[in-house]
């Protein structure tokens, strides 16, 4: 099972660019790898998924370097609003069995 | 479309009693999920059905069972309450299991006594 390893917490000031790193060491061949966007009292929202190298999206660009074993979630000038948990997610369906593996996640905090 | 709904949104149980949770989603999705989420982690999931008619454990499945009613409704059920299971619970739903994009519901806060 493929465990995914975050910073717990980083603090960025509006119109800055973030970069939040997701370490998955033992990421298997068929996973994708998945950001979520967590309000507090809210279900995660998806963000965007990779498999590698880069992907853009209108929010944000995810960066998979060759070897997979990390990944980068980029969010451009941010707001206040984009204060909330960003969760990596690996995982693959493979046969009958689902795996899937939720990181701890990052408290992103935006700063005026 | 109101994507993912989820009842009840709170609840209260004592140790012991028996409770379904029960989720439905308007997005024609095959496949759908539960997960539990405690305070301050991230998202463990409980049980899985990739399509209609089947079900599968997933991380944390003890002291839960579920129902894939149908395409629409994916039920979660406690039989006997611990206050281990004192979490929010999330339902959610892809349109296939593998590159799939997951929509979550609100959440059922459940508390157990």
């Known amino acids: 099972l493929a465990k995914t390893t975050q910073p717990i917490s980083m603090d960025s000031y509006e119109g800055q660019e973030v970069n939040i790193t997701c370490s998955h060491n033992?990421?298997?061949?068929?996973?994708?790898i998945t950001w979520y966007q967590q309000f507090p009292s809210q279900g995660p929202r998806f963000i965007i998924q990779?498999?590698?190298t880069k992907v853009t999206n209108e929010v944000a660009s995810l960066f998979i370097p060759a070897d997979r074993k990390s990944s980068t979630l980029s969010l451009p000038r941010v707001s206040l609003s984009d204060t909330a948990v960003y969760y990596c997610?690996?995982?693959?369906?493979?046969?009958?069995?689902?795996?899937?593996?939720f990181g701890s996640g990052t408290q992103l905090t935006v700063l005026p | 479309n109101a994507g993912v709904t989820q009842t009840p949104k709170f609840q209260v149980l004592k140790t012991g009693q028996s409770m379904t949770l029960q989720c439905a989603q308007d997005?024609?999705?095959?496949?759908m999920y539960w997960y539990r989420q405690d305070p301050g982690m991230g998202l463990r999931l409980i049980y899985y059905?990739?399509?209609?008619?089947?079900?599968d454990k997933g991380e944390v499945p003890n002291g839960y069972n579920v129902s894939r009613l149908n395409k629409r409704e994916f039920s979660l059920r406690l039989e006997s309450a611990a206050p281990s299971q004192t979490s929010v619970y999330f339902c959610?739903?892809?349109?296939?299991?593998?590159?799939?994009?997951?929509?979550f519901g609100p959440g059922t806060r459940l508390t157990v006594l």
């Open positions: 959610a739903s892809s349109e296939t299991p593998l590159t799939d994009t997951q929509y």
């Open positions: 033992n990421i298997a061949t068929n996973d994708y």
């Open positions: 990779g498999y590698k």
């Open positions: 997610l690996v995982g693959a369906f493979s046969g009958s069995a689902r795996q899937l593996t």
């Open positions: 997005m024609n999705h095959n496949s």
């Open positions: 059905s990739a399509s209609e008619g089947t079900t």
